[in-house]
Nanobody, 123 residues
């Protein structure tokens, strides 16, 4: 499985961006897709995730109500709609995939990672 994230950019506080993660080289295994971010000088953290089965995504408290994750019917693309962006959302955003049954919020379970896309939110 290869992951390609895109859609990052520069936006003013209060603005919106939509990130996309395209999955290629699929196997016939089910996989959960997650979004993580890493700000300068900080550890990488969970943002949002969409499970393979079901439609109940999970979100970090810091983005709840502002971000929305969705997945297409073919399950080979996942989007992260980011609204009401804040300067503290500035980070490199990564998409990742996992195939085990661990909770979708747990970063160590994700074994496949994309290259990241930069999001800069100015005040």
């Amino acid at each position: 499985v290869q992951l390609q994230a895109s859609g990052g950019g520069v936006v003013q506080a209060g603005g919106s961006l939509r990130l996309a993660c395209a999955v290629s080289g699929r196997t016939f295994r089910a996989y959960d897709l997650g979004w993580f971010r890493q700000a300068p000088g900080k550890e990488r953290e969970f943002v949002a995730a969409m499970p393979w089965r079901g439609d109940r995504p999970r979100y970090a408290d810091s983005v709840m109500g502002r971000f929305a994750v969705s997945r297409n019917s073919d399950k080979d693309t996942v989007w992260l709609q980011m609204n009401n962006l804040k300067p503290e959302d500035t980070a490199v955003y990564y998409c990742a995939a996992k195939t085990d049954s661990s909770p979708i919020t747990k970063m160590p379970a994700y074994t496949k990672w994309g290259q990241g896309t930069q999001v800069n939110v100015s005040s």
